[in-house]
């Protein structure tokens, strides 16, 4: 409600409540006047009432009438204000009553709403606090989480690489098995054509010496040219006999390489990639067949 009632207003709504016969209180001439503040209210009607005692004791002044009956009016009259003058004081009291309950009962509120502040701004102050510390926690858990797509990213192109590399090493891992097996094809002509060249120089060397005995036996006369032709021939064989330990030798060499070959292999398959890359650069070339 709006707060400055004009005085001669609230005045005239306490003479109109009192003139209706009822007494004026402060809720009775807010209702009168429509408007006004308790306190406001309450105040003024102080000074009324004040201000109606001496209202009272100004109308002691009565016009020309008998003696007699003038003192009986004079006495009644100042009966009317003495008893007038009570109920303004004890109604000014429960008045005043009343109006220090309400000033206490605005105190009260006006402390109960100065707590709530108190506690509405402390419990804004820690909601601002644990927003900030929310923030500043999301903060770091988008830092971190940054940090661990970094890592995933990481992990992930070491993992395409290790899988390229181990692509990379099962292909050359089967070009050496297909090596190896070239290897080990070539080896096994290789053997197979010295077996059949031994084979032959050995058929050879037998038809020579059985072409020679033979040839003893029917030159047997010539025994001088035979022993010429025995010691040629004793040459051819030894000849013969030489070229096969040389066949031997070179079988065994290919054997030789032939396990190397497999001992390589193995290793390859048991170490890294990039020492498999580096015994494969350095991997002596194949000596060709005798």
């Known amino acids: 409600m709006a ?14 409540v009192l003139a209706r016969g009822e007494r004026p209180t ?20 102080d000074q009324w009432w004040s201000r109606l005692a001496e209202r009272l004791n100004g109308e002691t002044r009565l016009p020309a009438l008998p003696g007699e009956l003038s003192l009986a009016f004079v006495a009644v009259w100042q009966q009317a204000i003495h008893l007038a003058q009570g109920v303004v ?8 009553q ?65 899988l390229r590399e181990r692509g990379e090493a099962l292909l050359h891992s089967k070009t050496l098995q297909g090596e190896l097996q070239a290897l080990r094809l070539k080896a096994e002509q290789d053997r197979v054509a010295q077996e059949s060249y031994l084979r032959g120089v050995e058929d ?43 066949a031997q030798q070179n079988g065994a060499a290919q054997q030789a390489r032939g396990d190397t070959l497999e001992q390589q292999l193995a290793q390859l398959r048991s170490s890294p990639v990039s020492e498999r890359k580096t015994r494969v650069r350095k991997k002596p070339k194949p000596e060709p067949a005798k």
């Open 98 to 162: 009343a109006l220090a309950g309400e000033r206490e009962r605005v105190a009260a509120v006006e402390d109960q709403a100065r707590l709530e502040a108190v506690q509405f701004r402390q419990q804004a102050a820690e909601a601002v606090a644990g927003r900030q510390a929310a923030e500043s926690r999301l903060a770091d858990l988008e830092q971190m989480l940054a940090q661990r797509q970094t890592q995933i990213e990481d992990l992930q192109q070491q993992r395409e690489s290790l």
């Open 26 to 45: 402060v809720e009775r001439v807010r209702l009168q006047l429509g408007r006004g503040s308790p306190a406001r209210v309450g105040s003024l009607l």
């Open 204 to 246: 050879r060397a037998h038809r020579e010496i059985d072409r020679a005995r033979e040839e003893g036996k029917h030159w047997a006369a010539q025994v001088k040219e035979a022993g010429n032709q025995l010691e040629q021939l004793q040459q051819r064989i030894e000849g013969v006999q030489a070229a096969l330990g040389q």
């Open 3 to 16: 707060v400055g009632v004009p005085e001669h207003e609230v005045f005239a709504a306490a003479d109109a």
């Open 89 to 96: 004081e004890q109604t000014l009291g429960e008045q005043r």
